[in-house]
């Protein structure tokens, strides 16, 4: 039952992130954030959801800064990315212990799902939004997704270690 909320409640988040705007993502992203670390986040899991959302500024930053991504009107974070936008990666965080725990078992489907569903969210999102996608955004999001998976892979990997010997009594 917690795997298909956190799974729903992501969908949903995301949903209200595109559609709404800033705003609504201001609210509803951090909303979920909060309530996903203080009652299912494992231990250290606010780590991760860090490191997502830098890695947010700097990927869809980057690719802002070399017109990957075209933004119609809307206000900037840095002058980078919407807020909208830019929740989405902490957001993703949020998954990867949970809903998307069973994947990070088999490396290259992951990389091969993060290929797919990677461009994918963002062709969605665009079509949904005041957002421009150059012609070359979506296969370089596929390499990035794909290598960004795999990386979530190892990292899931010794995560799961660490805390299956601390879990072991002496």
Known sequence: MAIAVNALGFEVIWTLCVVGGSWVAAIAGSAWLVLHLKYVGKPGEWRLVAVFALLGLVIDGGLQLADGLMFEGSTLIAGLLPLWLWMLWPLFATLVHHSLAWLWRWPWM?????????????????????????????????????????GVCRYFRRWEQRYAREAVPD
């Not at 990389?111 to 939004?129: E, H, I, K, M, R």
């Open 110 to 150: 992951a990389a091969a799902l993060g290929a797919v569903g990677g461009p994918l969210s963002y062709f969605a999102g665009a079509a949904l939004t005041d957002v421009t996608l150059a012609s070359w955004l979506l296969p370089a999001q596929a390499l990035i997704w794909a290598v960004l998976c795999l």
